[in-house]
């Protein structure tokens, strides 16, 4: 199945610091999803991005599907930005979601 | 609100025993998704429904069933319940069958097996 990995595993940041979260996948994809797990276990949709760049306030995404590989920008980060950050694909015969294992995002006062 | 419920949000209960996970899909949606998120494993798929019938299996055991009911709403049962199957179970939803869509997430069933 399709390989689906994550850099950096763990980030910590101090408040107002930029970040930049990488994923990578090992096959052609119709479906890239970033997610924000906060601590309370509940898991955020950000952005739906299998190709191309969108923003959404301090958060922007960019995925180069040709060469296989999605970035999320955090700028200005802020406390309540702590958690993990997912990155799931879907396989273009596929039906479901294949997790990465998480950049884990802890950002200090 | 990403507009998926599940019910119960937490539920214990001992080894061997049975229970059943609840799930209903975002208005309008007719795909739901199950996922398990544990220690071990990761967030993987476990199981997908569109309009009632299975579409696609993960890495469910066969000690886990689900079914889409006519209403779109999906149930997860798991038996035999083992100490490993503590997790925090997901129910995701879209409106398509396959492919190009997003899915959305419900806030998830923290099961303690004990």
């Known amino acids: 199945g399709i390989q689906v990995e994550q850099s950096p595993p763990d980030l910590i940041l101090q408040e107002g610091a930029n970040s930049t979260l990488r994923c990578n996948f090992s096959d052609s994809v119709n479906n890239l999803q970033w997610f924000h797990q906060n601590p309370w276990g509940q898991l955020i949709n950000l952005f739906y991005i299998p190709s191309g760049t969108k923003q959404n306030g301090r958060l922007s995404a960019t995925t180069v599907a040709t060469e296989r590989y999605s970035l999320l920008y955090i700028s200005s980060s802020q406390t309540t930005d702590s958690g993990v950050y997912f990155c799931a694909v879907a396989e273009n015969s596929g039906y479901a979601l294949n997790f990465g294992k998480g950049t884990s995002l802890l950002v200090t006062p | 609100d990403s507009g998926v419920t599940q019910t119960p949000k937490h539920l214990i209960t001992a080894t061997g025993q049975r229970v059943t996970l609840r799930c209903s899909p975002r208005s309008g949606d007719l795909s739901v998704y199950w996922y398990q998120q544990s220690l071990d494993q990761g967030l993987q798929f476990l199981i997908q429904y569109y309009n009632g019938e299975e579409r696609a299996k993960g890495n469910i055991l066969e000690r886990f069933s689900a079914q889409q009911f006519p209403d779109l709403h999906s149930e997860l049962n798991l038996s035999s319940l083992e100490l490993g199957d503590s997790a925090l179970y997901f129910c995701?939803?879209?409106?398509?069958?396959?492919?190009?869509?997003?899915?959305?997430f419900g806030p998830g069933t923290r099961l303690t097996v004990l």
């Open positions: 995701a939803s879209s409106d398509r069958d396959r492919g190009v869509h997003t899915q959305y």
